[in-house]
């Protein structure tokens, strides 16, 4: 059953049974990305696991989820204010500032990913481009792909393309075949998605390729490592995509129809299950991870001394 509300300004809201779970899984999966992010962060920080440049590029794609994940819980939180109070008309500037950031951050988790495919690509196939693995090198990439992330996505705020989508809760860009939309698609999700496919085929070949020439196994053992790592990349930006899948079909079957009434809510709740889906396999290809938090966790256990008793 619907509970139906009436507000004073005659716009009708209906609040489904079932939006106050979506909101509070939502809430719990992100606030569990935020806390399982920031430790991750400072356990790769403190324990060094990897290499200068690498653990640049790891840092910065643990600080876009840990970026990501603030706003989409923010938003969950936003959207569940919103369905116990059954308004729409509190703070909508802050919902479409919070528009505005996910989809800059959204753009910069793929956009890191594509940055740390590159570098291992750049790594094996252009040895000799030493200047190109600098951490500097990577570090002024890391800077312009920030600028850029969000230098794109100033158009869809001035323009007022972000609008408040009372059904859902949400500020977005409203689905429908049009240019902002397409926009959004190509350049967040197409173009850095279609950018680690191409590195991931192009580096499996290449060191295939190197099995048949006569190179030591020295190289090709660090080039078969480096191909894991961007397998590893691959594995991630396709869990984002498998995950997203409901928002790409949503986007898709608004060129043609009308999307889902509650389209965005569905789209959220997958993201914000990605997200949290993204910080796990972080840990599970972090090297010697379970090593350290084992070592954490028995530090934190407390020894009970041991009693000795008088023999007589």
Partial sequence: ?????????????E????????DIISIITTFLSIIFG??????????????????????NSSVVVILLSCVFFNMAIFTLQHDLQQSSEKNI??????????????????YSYLLTAAYQYIYVVYPNKIIWRTIKFQFCLIIIFWII???????????GQITYNIDNQVCEVPLRL???IVYVAAIIYII???????????LTRYVHQMSYRTISNHTIFHARRKLRLVQRTFILSNSLVVLGLPYMIFVLTSFFTSPPKYHFRI????????????????????????????????RSTPVEPIRYTART
């Avoid at 509970?3 to 716009?11: E, K, L, P, W």
């Avoid at 990605?274 to 350290?292: A, E, H, R």
Wanted: aromatic share 12%.
């Fill in 1 to 13: 059953m619907d509970m139906v509300n009436f507000m004073n300004d005659s716009t009708l809201i």
């Fill in 15 to 22: 609040t489904e049974l079932w939006f106050l779970p979506f």
């Fill in 38 to 59: 920031l430790l991750y962060l400072l356990i790769i920080i403190k324990h060094k696991t990897y290499s200068s440049v690498q653990m640049l590029l790891v840092c």
């Fill in 93 to 110: 500037s802050f919902c479409i500032i919070l528009g505005f950031l996910g989809y800059g951050a959204d753009g910069l988790q793929n």
């Fill in 149 to 159: 992330c969000i230098l794109y996505t100033l158009p869809l705020l001035v323009t």
């Fill in 178 to 180: 049009s240019l902002p």
């Fill in 192 to 202: 850095p998605n279609f950018g680690i496919a191409a590195v991931y085929i192009k």
């Fill in 267 to 298: 789209a959220f709740i997958c993201a914000d299950i990605s997200v949290l889906v993204v910080v796990i396999i972080g840990y599970c290809f972090t090297p010697n991870i379970k090593t350290i938090i084992r070592k954490i966790l028995s």
